[in-house]
């Protein structure tokens, strides 16, 4: 690719974002050195002009898209000269082709091709007769095919010629860039998404009836149920197709294609009407099959994203002595103790419910792990049984009340236990002690010990097995990746799985830091990272600033200061006297830097604006703090709920039609987005996050298909701080403790918005 063509996209990138040209170009050369999002959007704020990471992945993600493109554009100039088709006219249009699809409309004509009706044609010498025909100026269309009747040929007489003729104009017309063009515009303003029940499939595929007959205009089709429906024909229970109306598309075309009223016009008009039914209209269907489903996938990925990071981001507990229980009925109640860094002390099993209920026992065997590893907070799985052990323990009058008791959302408990990272940290324990580790880190900090699991497992997603796999992963490691940064990681205690996803680490590189650990003891400074094998300068440069060393005996160590800045902070305390220890702790002394003047060439006044404000709160977490929570009392079932009824809960999922609210009976209830508040919801998102504790009224009850209606209209929505995050009100809890987090569902918002950046990206 020239430069000038880069330079090119470069503006564009700028202009389409809203961005500094220069910023763009400063941000695409940092990524194509290797550098993070992360990273450059923390330590590369003079260059970037404080770009956020949303905004980096928005030039990162188009800049790939124009580059690809470019590729492309030059793939077909090439592979038409080679043809010797290239003529100054089509190279002018395909060099200022704007999208995808324009550069392949024009293309399509000199792409290879299998063997089609139209090449047959012209293998029999029709191609002269097409023209004659496309010219619409002759009115005895018998005579001229006359003329190419032949045997020899095997073109038996006039009629066999002029269907030849029309399957010719039929290619042509379907490889018309303009009519293509036209069609693409007709099918993005009037199309319909029409479902109809493949006979004799409407028992076997029930859960789809309400799509057994169903149309809707594809503008108004929510992501969520473009993708049910895309479900039911993959399962081969609907059929599903997307026109607009066949006349509207044949006016289109005549009104373009045909110049008079003849004998051969008439020949024309039938070969645009096969053009369209047997061509055109499977070539867009499949297009627009192909982009409402990608519109759709992208909608659903950014539901799963922004839940996965509210979940990663929940308030942490700290380190704490932990006792989780992963509750049971016949299997019993699994227990583990916990020591502050999380590693296992002890397991056992208790036995408190039917069949055994073994309470006394129990109960004796909890105080006496309470007592010896003097626990500070029971940790519960809000899984099978868990309303029930909570009762059981809170009904322990002789637990210290200084001894919390939470709920925790073990989505994913299991699929940690049976993976390759349990088995390793574990080799020793069988899947039901792991599970019960697993349920006790999740409340001490949810973000080291989700980064073990598949974040599919995790369970907040919509429709996560129908979309793009590729995508879907891509997405979710960013976020991941993104709070792990956000947070910082202790060089010294994490594990290998959250280590992999600090900036310009990885799996290997993160293997090979727990290895140097293991061998040579804790690291006793960021420096010393760099004798990690293979960890070279670049490495270094991306991870150093999100690694923490708690015990180094540089307090700089311990902060989100970069080690490139240390020179920074070192002269700022000797300009006022004092040593580093003393800045940090001294608020006076920090008062007296003016970071005016350590400005230079490279450092400007964002990067020394967040130096003064992490010295202030040296790695400080940005989660929020940990704040209990229970559920109603004397409600742990469905039977237990009544309409009307006003209860405590936790969002576990929220979807473009929705939010999953668990509330204490083993099955989350929902409320739909028109409940979500008293005023018109667009997005759900807007109103309620992962994890935030609601009040919710029970509208409907239906316990034989374990379905729950909830709502909140009446209730005070939260507001967002400047932050972007929600702060939830604060919701009565009953004495005795508290529990939080919950369980999973899957699941829309219009598509007006989305089209409009479809008929964009169509070139419309």
């Not at 030039?59 to 088709?85: A, P, Y």
């Not at 580093?580 to 490279?602: A, G, M, N």
Request: glycine residues 6%; charged residues 30%.
């Amino acid at each position: 690719m020239s430069s000038a063509v880069e330079r090119m996209n470069l503006r564009k990138v700028a202009i389409e974002l809203g961005l500094d040209s220069k910023n763009v170009s400063a941000v695409v050369e940092l990524l194509d050195e290797g550098a993070t999002i992360p990273f450059i959007s923390r330590y590369r704020k003079e260059m970037t002009g404080s770009m956020d990471e949303v905004q980096i992945a928005n030039v990162r993600d188009r800049m790939e898209q124009l580059r690809s493109l470019e590729q492309r554009r030059e793939f077909i100039l090439n592979t038409i000269e080679e043809q010797g088709k290239l003529t100054e006219e089509l190279r002018g249009k395909i060099e200022a082709a704007e999208n995808i699809n324009q550069l392949e409309d024009l293309y399509l004509p000199y792409k290879p091709k299998r063997k089609t009706r139209a090449t047959i044609a012209r293998e029999k010498g029709l191609e002269p007769l097409a023209l004659f025909l496309m010219e619409q100026k002759g009115n005895d269309v018998t005579a001229e095919a006359e003329k190419y009747v032949s045997k020899e040929k095997d073109v038996e007489d006039a009629h066999a010629a002029l269907d030849g003729a029309r399957d010719i104009i039929a290619e042509m017309v379907s490889e018309d860039a303009g009519a293509r063009e036209g069609l693409r515009k007709l099918f993005s303003e009037s199309a319909l998404v029409r479902s109809r029940v493949i006979p004799g499939k409407e028992v076997e595929g029930e859960k789809f009836r309400d799509y057994f007959e169903w149309d809707e205009e594809l503008m108004k089709c929510p992501s969520h149920r473009m993708l049910a429906m895309r479900r039911g024909e993959n399962e081969g229970v609907l059929m599903l197709d997307i026109a607009p109306d066949a006349d509207d598309a044949l006016d289109f075309l005549n009104r373009k294609f045909i110049k008079a009223k003849n004998q051969c016009a008439e020949q024309v008009e039938a070969a645009i009407a096969g053009a369209y039914k047997r061509l055109l209209q499977p070539s867009l269907e499949n297009e627009f099959r192909q982009l409402t489903k990608d519109l759709a996938d992208v909608k659903a990925i950014e539901v799963f994203a922004q839940n996965l990071r509210e979940l990663l981001l929940a308030s942490p507990l700290g380190q704490k002595v932990v006792l989780a229980l992963d509750p049971g009925f016949k299997s019993g109640c699994k227990v583990v103790v916990l020591d502050k860094q999380g590693k296992l002390l002890e397991h056992t099993v208790v036995y408190p419910h039917l069949p055994q209920r073994e309470v006394r026992q129990a109960e004796d065997i909890l105080y006496r792990l309470i007592a010896k590893h003097q626990v500070e907070a029971i940790s519960i799985g809000n899984g099978t049984a868990s309303r029930e052990t909570e009762e059981f323990v809170r009904k322990m009058t002789e637990i210290p009340k200084e001894v919390i008791i939470v709920m925790v959302n073990e989505s994913g408990a299991s699929v940690y236990s049976a993976s390759e990272a349990a088995r390793e940290e574990f080799p020793d324990y069988d899947v039901t002690v792991r599970g019960a580790v697993s349920i006790g880190r999740r409340l001490t900090d949810p973000l080291a010990e989700l980064v073990k699991i598949d974040p599919k497992s995790i369970g907040v997603g919509q429709y996560q097995h129908d979309v793009d796999q590729t995508l879907l992963k891509k997405k979710l490691d960013e976020v991941v990746e993104s709070c792990v940064n956000a947070v910082g990681v202790e060089l010294n205690t994490a594990s290998k799985q959250l280590l992999s996803y600090v900036s310009g680490i990885g799996p290997s590189l993160a293997k090979a830091i727990v290895e140097y650990r293991n061998e040579n003891g804790p690291f006793k400074s960021r420096r010393d990272l760099s004798e990690v094998p293979r960890l070279g300068s670049k490495a270094f440069e991306q991870a150093a600033g999100f690694l923490r060393v708690r015990n180094s005996s540089n307090p700089l160590d311990r902060s989100a200061v970069h080690p490139e800045s240390y020179p920074i902070v070192e002269k700022m305390a000797k300009d006022v006297g004092a040593t580093i220890e003393e800045l940090i702790s001294d608020k006076e002394k920090r008062k007296q830097i003016d970071p005016k003047k350590y400005v230079t060439d490279t450092v400007g006044l964002p990067t020394l604006n967040d130096i003064l404000k992490e010295l202030d709160k040296p790695g400080r977490d940005p989660r929020k703090e940990f704040e209990a929570f229970s559920f109603q009392e004397g409600v742990n079932e469905i039977k237990d709920l009544r309409e009307g009824m006003r209860l405590p809960g936790i969002v576990t999922n929220v979807t473009n039609f929705g939010a999953f609210v668990d509330i204490g009976v083993h099955q989350d209830g929902l409320v739909h987005i028109s409940q979500l508040a008293d005023t018109f919801v667009d997005d759900p998102n807007k109103i309620v996050k992962v994890g935030q504790k609601v009040m919710v009224t029970v509208t409907e009850v239906d316990a034989p298909r374990k379905r729950i209606a909830l709502s909140m209209k009446g209730e005070k929505v939260a507001p967002k701080n400047q932050a972007g995050k929600t702060n939830t009100p604060k919701i009565p809890i009953p004495k005795g403790g508290g529990s939080t987090d919950s369980k999973k569902k899957s699941g829309g918002n219009d598509w007006q918005d989305q089209l409009a950046a479809l008929k964009g990206k169509l070139g419309g």
